[in-house]
C-alpha cells in the first residue's frame, strides 16, 4: 500500500510538474506573439520570437503596413512596437483555439507613435473578441498623453470559448482609422475558477449587471480585463520573471497607498510552499513581500492601511487579494478587516487560518460594484483594520498582492471611455487646432505627443497595463490634478497647474514655452513658502550653485526637494529656464523628474522629487552613510550611463550634460540612480559638425581637456567627466584633493598614472580589496580609462559604456559564465563603435520601471518617497 501510495504521489507530483511546464514561457498550447506589420519573424528583448500576423487576417484592410519614425526610450523592444498595421475599414483576424475550456489570455500592443502619411491623434476605433467588445472609440493617443506612457498594454481573460477559432474584429470609427502593433494570445491556466463573494450589492445592483443576486457568484461566463496588479510592500516584477509564463507586469504599491500612515514593508528570505494554491496565481516575490501597518497596536487602531485605485463607473470588479505569512504560526495571532468602497468584504481575516500553515501563499476574491455617483468615473479603496473584537495576539493588517480586474456587463462590454486629459493639456491642444474624431465627429484637438511618444514609461516601468483614468487629487483652491495611475517615479505629479499658471508667457525676465508650461505644474510663491515652511534654514538639505536646496511637502502628503536661487548666485535666468526646458520634455528611469517651478516677485524655485538615498558622493567618500557593496556600486553606475546614454540618443536631439559629477548622480530610496541638474545642459540641434561651440562651463576635477582647449562641446565630453567619476567610485576620494601631494591632487590624472603602471588596485577603497573579482575590475578599469582619453575621438560612447559596465556586472556575479563572450567583445576597436552602437541602443531600454529595480520610478516610476535633489554638497559654485 505504501508502494502504491507513493506511486500515486509521485504520479500527480509528475502532472502538476508537465502542468506548470504547459504554462511556462508561452509556450503553451494556442500561443502566438505577432508582430503586426511586419513581414519578417522578430526577436524581443525578452528573446520571445514574433511572428508576422498576415496569415490570420481573414478580410478587411490588409494593405495598409507603416513603420515608426521615431523610437520611443521608453519601448522596451523594437519588436512588435515599431511596425504596425493600419486599418481605414473593418478588419477581422481569427486564431485557432485548442482548449476550449481554458480562458484565452489577449494582450494588444499599441504604440501611438509617428507613422508617415498617418496622424496618429486621428485614430479612434473599437475593438471586439468573440461576442465581446474591449474597447470603444478607443484613442490610444489620447490614452497615452493623459497616462504620460509611451505605449499602451491592454490585457484580457477572454471567456471560455466554445468554437475552435476566436475572432477578433478592429473597427475604426467614422472617418478614422485604427492601429495595432502587437497581439499576444496564451492559453492561461484555471485563474478565476472561485465564486467570488460579493461585497455591499444590493439585489438590484447584482442583477442589473450581472445576474440573480447571491451572496457569492460565478464569473464564468464573464470576461475580464485587468485594471490593476501591484506588488504590495515590494518591487516592480517584471513580466519576465512572472511565474508560469503569464508574463504579467507587477507594480510597486506605492502610488496608490493613501493617507500619511502607510504601514512599513518587508522582505524576507523564505520559502513559499505552493499548496493551497497553484504558482501560477502569482510569483515568489509578490509573496516573499509585505505591506504591515507596524509594530505599534496603539497606533495601528487609530487608522486603516488603505490604498486607492480609479476605476470606471457603472461596471463590476473582481478584487483579488494575495497573503502569504511567514511571520504568524497560529491562528488568531493576527487577524483584521478588510474594506472595500466602505463596506465589510471580510470582518475577520486570518491568513494562518485560511492557510493552514505558515509560509503557504492564499487568494481570496471578491467582487464590488463601483457606482456612477459623481457622473463619471470612480475609485476603489481598499482598507485594512486590525479586528479589535476577536482579541488577536497583535493588533495589526498585512497584505502581499493586489489584483483588480473590470467584469464584463450583461452586454458582454468592456469598454470605458478614454482617459481624461488634464485641463492645461486641453488648453494648449485646442490652441494647436488638430482635428480628431470623437464618436464619428470631427472636433479640434492639438497633438503634443511629438516624437517620443510621451516617453515617461521609459523610468522604469516599460510594459505597462495601462488602460486607467488619471488618479485625481485636490489641489489648493479646489482645482483637480490628475496624474498616471501607474507608478513612474518622478512623473506621477501633474501636468495641470494651479490658476497661477501662463503657457507660453513671460514670466518676469524668463519665457517658458508651451511645451514646458504643459508639461510641468506651476506653483504659487506662496505654495513654494508653505512647502518649505517660509524657507525654514531647517529644511535645508543642500547647497549649490544654484543656491539652496530645501525640502519640502506639497499636496499635503508628497515629499519633493525645492532648489531655490540664490540671487547673487552666478547660475541664475538661463539656467532657470534651461532646467525646465530640458526636464519638462525629458522622461526616462534614470533622470531626476522636475514637478514644477515657480516664478514670482523676483523668486525661481525648481520642484523635484525628493530622491531618498541623496547624492552618489555622500555614499562613496563624503560621510559613508553606508557602505556600499561594489555589486550596489556597479549597478549605480550603470544606471547614471543608461541615463546619459538617453540625453546622447534618445532624445530629439543629442542632449550633452556638461556637468556630470557624483553630486549630479541622486540615488532614490531604491538606489536607483538618477542624473540630475541640467541646468548648464547644450542641445545640439545640429550635431553634423560634431560639436556645439560655447563658453568653457562645469566642474573642476571633471572638465574634459579638450573642451578646456578649444572650447568645442560634445557628447564625449560627458564621457570623460563620467570616466572620473568611475574612479571616483572604485577609489572612493575626490575629483580633486588640494591636502594630497602634487602628482595626486586629480584623481583623472592619478588613476590614469596607477593603471598605466599596473599598481590601480593599491589605490582602491580599502573597504573593497578582494571583493572585486579580476576580470570585474579589469573590465571596469580599462572602460574608466578609456573614458579618460586625452582626445574625444578615443573615447568610447555613452552606449559602450554601458555596454561594458553591465559586462563587469555580469562577471563579477558569474565568474565563470561570462567569461565566455568576452573574447568577442574585447576586440571592440573605434573602427566598429557604430554598428555596435546600433544594438547598444537596447541596453537603455531594458530597465523596464522596474520603478521596481529601481522601481526603475520607480521608479519608483511615484515613489512619493523618493528623495534628494541635486546638488547637496557644498561646492559653492562650479
Not at 522582505?267 to 501597518?293: C, G, H, L
Not at 557602505?627 to 549605480?636: D, G, V
Request: hydrophobic share 35%; glycine share 8%; with cysteine.
Amino acid at each position: 500500500m505504501k508502494i502504491k501510495s507513493c506511486t500515486i504521489l509521485l504520479f500527480f507530483a509528475c502532472l502538476c510538474s508537465i502542468f506548470n511546464q504547459i504554462y511556462a514561457a508561452g509556450k503553451g498550447p494556442n500561443a502566438l506573439f505577432l508582430t503586426c506589420g511586419s513581414s519578417a519573424v522578430g526577436t524581443d528583448a525578452d528573446g520571445r520570437k514574433w511572428e508576422p500576423d498576415s496569415k490570420y487576417l481573414i478580410s478587411g484592410d490588409k494593405q495598409n503596413v507603416a513603420e515608426a519614425t521615431t523610437q520611443d526610450p521608453s519601448l522596451p523592444s523594437d519588436v512588435p512596437y515599431m511596425t504596425t498595421r493600419i486599418f481605414t475599414s473593418e478588419t477581422t483576424y481569427e486564431f485557432p483555439i485548442t482548449d476550449t475550456t481554458s480562458r484565452p489570455l489577449l494582450r494588444l500592443h499599441f504604440y501611438p507613435g509617428s507613422y508617415p502619411k498617418f496622424n496618429i491623434s486621428n485614430s479612434y476605433f473599437a475593438v471586439t473578441a468573440g461576442k465581446t467588445i474591449l474597447v470603444s472609440n478607443f484613442s490610444a493617443y489620447i490614452t497615452a498623453e493623459a497616462l504620460s506612457q509611451g505605449y499602451i498594454i491592454k490585457e484580457y481573460f477572454l471567456a471560455a470559448i466554445d468554437s475552435s477559432t476566436l475572432k477578433v474584429t478592429i473597427k475604426p470609427s467614422n472617418g478614422s482609422f485604427a492601429f495595432i502593433n502587437g497581439i499576444e494570445l496564451i492559453t492561461s491556466p484555471p485563474l478565476f475558477d472561485q465564486d467570488p463573494k460579493l461585497v455591499g450589492v444590493s439585489s438590484q445592483d447584482a442583477s442589473t449587471n450581472l445576474g440573480p443576486f447571491d451572496q457569492s457568484m460565478s464569473i464564468t461566463p464573464n470576461s475580464l480585463e485587468t485594471m490593476f496588479r501591484v506588488n504590495v510592500g515590494g518591487q516592480y516584477i517584471s513580466p519576465k520573471t512572472d511565474s508560469a509564463g503569464l508574463e504579467r507586469s507587477w507594480y510597486d504599491d506605492t502610488p496608490y497607498v493613501f493617507g500619511a500612515s502607510t504601514g512599513v514593508s518587508y522582505e524576507a528570505n523564505v520559502s513559499i510552499n505552493y499548496k493551497a494554491i497553484q504558482p501560477y496565481f502569482a510569483p515568489n516575490d509578490v509573496y516573499t513581500t509585505v505591506r504591515a501597518m507596524g509594530p505599534d497596536s496603539n497606533l495601528n487602531k487609530q487608522y486603516n492601511l488603505t490604498w486607492v485605485f480609479q476605476v470606471d463607473a457603472n461596471f463590476s470588479y473582481l478584487v483579488r487579494f494575495h497573503w502569504c505569512d511567514w511571520q504568524m504560526d497560529r491562528v488568531n495571532q493576527r487577524v483584521f478587516t478588510i474594506y472595500i468602497n466602505n463596506k465589510t468584504a471580510e470582518a475577520q481575516a486570518d491568513v494562518i487560518d485560511w492557510a493552514k500553515k505558515k509560509g503557504d501563499p492564499i487568494y481570496k476574491d471578491y467582487i464590488i460594484y463601483v457606482d456612477d455617483k459623481s457622473g463619471g468615473d470612480d475609485q476603489i479603496w481598499v482598507g485594512l483594520h486590525p479586528s479589535v473584537t476577536s482579541k488577536p495576539e497583535y493588533l495589526d493588517a498585512i497584505l502581499n498582492g493586489l489584483e483588480i480586474f473590470k467584469i464584463s456587463d450583461a452586454k458582454s462590454n468592456l469598454a470605458g471611455p478614454n482617459p481624461a486629459i488634464s485641463n492645461l493639456m486641453q488648453k494648449y491642444l485646442e490652441s494647436e487646432q488638430v482635428p480628431q474624431f470623437n464618436n464619428g465627429k470631427k472636433t479640434y484637438t492639438g497633438a503634443i505627443i511629438g516624437g517620443a511618444a510621451g516617453g515617461a514609461a521609459a523610468f522604469g516601468v516599460a510594459v505597462a497595463i495601462v488602460f486607467m483614468y488619471n488618479k485625481k487629487r485636490k489641489m489648493r483652491g479646489g482645482e483637480t490634478c490628475t496624474s498616471s495611475w501607474l507608478p513612474i517615479y518622478g512623473n506621477s505629479h501633474s501636468g495641470t497647474a494651479s490658476k497661477s499658471t501662463i503657457s507660453g508667457k513671460s514670466h518676469g525676465s524668463t519665457t517658458i514655452s508651451s511645451d514646458a508650461a504643459c508639461n510641468c505644474r506651476y506653483f504659487s510663491l506662496a505654495e513654494i513658502k508653505q512647502a518649505t515652511k517660509n524657507f525654514d534654514e531647517s529644511y535645508v538639505i543642500g547647497v549649490g550653485g544654484f543656491g539652496k536646496v530645501y525640502k519640502g511637502i506639497i499636496d499635503g502628503e508628497t515629499k519633493v526637494a525645492i532648489k531655490r536661487s540664490n540671487p547673487s548666485s552666478e547660475q541664475g535666468v538661463n539656467e532657470f529656464q534651461t532646467e525646465i526646458e530640458m526636464l519638462s520634455k525629458l522622461r526616462h528611469r534614470h533622470l531626476v523628474s522636475l514637478i514644477g517651478f515657480c516664478e514670482e516677485d523676483n523668486e525661481m524655485a525648481l520642484v523635484y522629487d525628493y530622491m531618498g538615498k541623496g547624492t552618489l558622493r555622500e555614499h562613496i567618500y563624503k560621510g559613508n552613510k553606508i557602505t556600499l557593496s561594489w555589486k550596489q556600486r556597479l549597478e549605480i553606475c550603470i544606471g547614471a550611463a543608461r541615463g546619459l546614454h538617453y540625453l546622447h540618443t534618445g532624445a530629439k536631439y543629442t542632449i550633452i550634460h556638461r556637468d556630470v559629477k557624483t553630486t549630479n548622480i541622486l540615488l532614490d530610496d531604491k538606489w536607483v540612480a538618477k542624473v540630475s541638474d541640467f541646468g548648464l545642459s547644450k542641445t545640439g540641434p545640429n550635431m553634423n559638425q560634431g560639436h556645439v561651440s560655447t563658453v568653457v562651463k562645469g566642474s573642476f576635477g571633471y572638465l574634459d581637456p579638450e573642451y578646456f582647449r578649444r572650447q568645442q562641446l560634445t557628447e564625449k565630453s560627458d564621457v570623460y567627466s563620467f570616466g572620473v567619476v568611475l574612479f571616483e567610485v572604485l577609489c572612493a576620494r575626490p575629483a580633486l584633493n588640494p591636502s594630497l601631494p602634487k602628482e595626486q591632487v586629480s584623481l583623472a590624472d592619478w588613476a590614469l598614472h596607477c593603471q598605466r603602471k599596473g599598481i590601480l588596485e593599491d589605490i582602491i577603497d580599502p573597504q573593497l580589496k578582494g571583493k572585486i573579482q579580476p576580470e570585474c575590475l579589469k573590465k571596469f578599469a580599462e572602460t574608466a580609462e578609456k573614458c579618460l582619453s586625452d582626445h574625444g575621438i578615443n573615447r568610447p560612447s555613452m552606449g559602450d559604456v554601458l555596454w561594458n559596465l553591465e559586462y563587469a556586472l555580469q562577471v563579477q556575479e558569474n565568474p565563470d559564465g561570462a567569461k565566455s563572450g568576452s573574447e568577442d567583445r574585447q576586440s571592440l576597436t573605434i573602427e566598429n563603435v557604430e554598428a555596435i552602437n546600433q544594438q547598444n541602443m537596447m541596453a537603455m531600454h531594458r530597465s523596464i520601471l522596474s520603478l521596481g529595480s529601481e522601481s526603475d520610478l520607480g521608479e519608483d516610476p511615484n515613489d512619493n518617497t523618493n528623495d534628494i535633489f541635486s546638488q547637496i554638497v557644498n561646492p559653492k559654485g562650479r
